[in-house]
């Protein structure tokens, strides 16, 4: 089992920075491919990126592609996910989770493991 722990989330302003962290517990972290996803007030659950478990392949969603970047440490157990030129839309709630499948997937109903999430407001 994993348990997952979202950090880094904040107020900032159109244009700007956030670099989210999620910290992973156990000693599997690398049998795990690993994403992001966010929730916005009143919608569903939107896939953001994924990263495999070695870290050698990536996905994005098309709103954040250019944008963000998704990395991992496997010896820090800890994904992130570096948001830059955030907009007003990128405000929700965004939340990492763990995948054990090698097959890229980008619905929530393929993750395995959730964090609680973190809370990202963009101000125009």
């Known amino acids: 089992q994993v348990q997952l722990a979202e950090s880094g989330g904040g107020l900032v302003q159109t244009g700007g920075s956030l670099r989210l962290s999620c910290a992973a517990s156990?000693?599997?972290?690398?049998?795990?491919?690993m994403a992001w996803f966010r929730q916005a007030p009143g919608k569903e659950r939107e896939f953001v990126a994924r990263i495999s478990r070695t870290g050698r392949n990536t996905y994005y969603g098309d709103s954040v592609k250019g944008r963000f970047t998704i990395s991992r440490d496997n010896l820090k157990n800890t994904v992130y996910l570096q948001m830059n030129s955030l907009k007003p839309e990128d405000t929700a709630v965004y939340y990492c989770?763990?995948?054990?499948?090698?097959?890229?997937?980008?619905?929530?109903?393929?993750?395995?493991?959730w964090g609680q999430g973190t809370q990202v407001t963009v101000s125009s």
């Open positions: 989770a763990a995948d054990l499948d090698i097959v890229a997937q980008t619905s929530t109903s393929a993750y395995d493991y």
């Open positions: 156990g000693r599997t972290f690398s049998s795990y491919a």
